[in-house]
């Protein structure tokens, strides 16, 4: 089925009927349409895989896909142009060019998160650049996916668009098929087993992956405006947003009143019981659920009923050991560094410009070897999670996770060691923003850094000595929502951009073309053979070059 529908593409896009700007701009006029109109579908359809709320459905999906359509297909006849390069003096008379064409047959393969929106905006660069497309939506987010399969064939046409549903055996199987770009949203993992695919075929990729993406808090930021900005941008979507901030780096000055400030703020956003707020989501499910309740501290997450008494007390007994050894391992750590983290907080330098502080290899991991002087030991604190702030409530059948800060969480937690893609908010205290980029360049490259300083040279510092797919001063999650900005990652974070006219660039091939008249035959001076003469020429044309 799945090589029938990529033939299928094939011989559609082979009859040229993508590449007329007219179709692409009637296929991007249907898919705003299909948003706009399908609106309660599309809402419901959130609400039942992810309990997301309306308005994140509408303002953080359906209107993105909605605007990106729009603006690609206003700029159609100014990126599809020739666009004129200067050819070199010794080539004169001539002329050179290039011009954007399609790619071909392109595979999207979108994740479960923003099930609606990672799919159809990158789709709509696709049609913009006169694709075909195959959509492969996640089967983790069913209601969307039938959805989706549902209404795509009613507005875009049939023969050049298709969806696929289905598991990763359907995934597989389009995967050996040769497209000439696939585009795949999701985690690293499955991000290798893509890119491993298309090499087969030697097909381009574009990766659009994660990771744990950081943010500093000095003293110089508005305490009030930072704690409200990381609360929204981390647990919008239940934490489920893959540029979400995923920790905090916070100076001593203002870390425990920053963790006490985010409460404050996920109390005015969600009320006091987020579980009965409409605004607030669920996680997608019960294997994702188990696993973020593992990142907590010990003991805040009652274990499932155990089928037997003598169950119930070894379950008692394990969780009691495994708290007993996090506080010891939290204590001894924190004797060991003592006498470093001393000598830095009297030694602590201002960062400058100019100071030389290179960006971690791509295959840094999150366990890398944390100097002590880098991050506080917070007295008693004892779980190497960190003090629950606010939060830790769990509801394993509705699959809630409350809105949870930790403060004082060490770099070798369970939280630390993963992307957390939850709502749970883990503070690291750390000693400056020396130290934080020194914290931040030892891991792999983030999707995603956010810097709430008013401080020049910290921020200009963090923008020449880290690397991450955006940086975003006092702004989480800005650069998502525009079609101005291309997104993407770097490193481990991801592959290639999109996003308006890099998301047109992404699925085009951009061909060079040159031109130069038959006569005068200007060439004739540098055919065989090559004589005296000639080689003196060539002297000269050396020194002016």
């Known amino acids: ?266 109390t005015e956003f969600y009320g006091e019981d987020p579980k009965a707020s409409p605004d607030f989501g669920r996680i997608i499910n019960d294997r994702h659920f188990e696993r973020l309740c593992k990142l907590l501290p010990v003991g805040t997450v009652p274990p499932e009923e155990p089928s037997s008494p003598l169950v119930q007390v070894a379950s008692a007994v394990g969780a009691a050991m495994d708290m007993v050894g996090r506080r010891f391992n939290a204590v001894t750590t924190g004797r060991g560094g003592a006498g470093e983290m001393a000598g830095s907080a009297n030694n602590a330098a201002k960062p400058t410009a100019g100071s030389n502080m290179a960006a971690a290899d791509d295959g840094a991991t999150a366990s890398a070897a944390v100097e002590p002087s880098e991050i506080h030991k917070v007295p008693g604190v004892f779980d190497l999670a960190g003090r629950i702030v606010c939060g830790g409530k769990v509801d394993r059948a509705a699959r809630y996770i409350a809105p949870t800060v930790l403060y004082g969480t060490s770099p070798d937690a369970p939280v630390m060691k993963e992307e957390i893609f939850g709502p749970i908010l883990p503070i690291l205290v750390v000693e400056d923003a020396v130290s934080a980029i020194r914290f931040i360049n030892k891991r792999s490259r983030p999707l995603a850094a956010y810097v709430f300083s008013r401080d020049h040279e910290v921020r200009l510092t963090f923008e020449r000595q880290t690397s991450s797919g955006a940086l975003g001063y006092s702004l989480p999650l800005g650069h998502l929502l525009s079609s101005r900005l291309p997104f993407g990652g770097v490193g481990a974070s991801g592959i290639g951009t999109y996003h308006g006219k890099a998301g047109f660039l992404t699925f085009s091939h951009v061909k060079t073309v040159v031109t130069k008249p038959q006569f005068p035959d200007t060439l004739r001076l540098v055919y065989p053979p090559f004589n005296e003469a000639k080689a003196k020429l060539f002297d000269i044309i050396a020194k002016f070059s």
């Open 1 to 266: 089925m799945t090589n029938q529908t990529f033939e299928q593409l094939k011989k559609t896009y082979e009859s040229g009927r993508t590449r007329p700007l007219a179709w692409r701009r009637a296929q991007l006029n249907a898919l705003r349409r299909l948003v706009t109109e399908n609106r309660d579908a599309f809402v419901s359809s959130a609400m039942a895989d992810l309990g997301k709320p309306a308005a994140e459905t509408v303002l953080m999906e359906l209107n993105l896909v909605a605007g990106e359509a729009q603006f690609v297909r206003n700029r159609l006849s100014l990126w599809t142009a020739r666009h004129p390069k200067a050819m070199h003096w010794m080539l004169q008379p001539a002329a050179g060019w290039t011009i954007a064409e399609p790619k071909g047959v392109v595979l999207i393969i979108s994740p479960w998160n923003y099930p609606v929106l990672l799919a159809l905006e990158p789709m709509a660069d696709a049609l913009a650049a006169g694709n075909a497309v195959c959509l492969k939506p996640s089967e983790l987010s069913p209601n969307t996916s039938k959805l989706l399969a549902e209404l795509v064939p009613q507005y875009l046409d049939s023969e050049a668009v298709r969806v696929v549903e289905g598991g990763p055996k359907e995934t597989g199987e389009l995967l050996k098929c040769p497209f000439n770009h696939i585009f795949y949203t999701g985690g690293g993992h499955v991000g290798k087993i893509v890119m491993c695919a298309a090499a087969e075929h030697l097909t381009p990729v574009t990766l659009e992956l994660g990771g744990k993406s950081p943010c500093f808090v000095d003293r110089t930021a508005d305490i009030n405006v930072a704690a409200r900005r990381i609360a929204w941008g981390k647990f919008t979507n239940a934490g489920q947003t893959c540029v979400a901030p995923d920790y905090v780096l916070a100076t001593p000055d203002v870390a425990e009143a920053l963790a006490e400030r985010i409460a404050v703020a996920i």
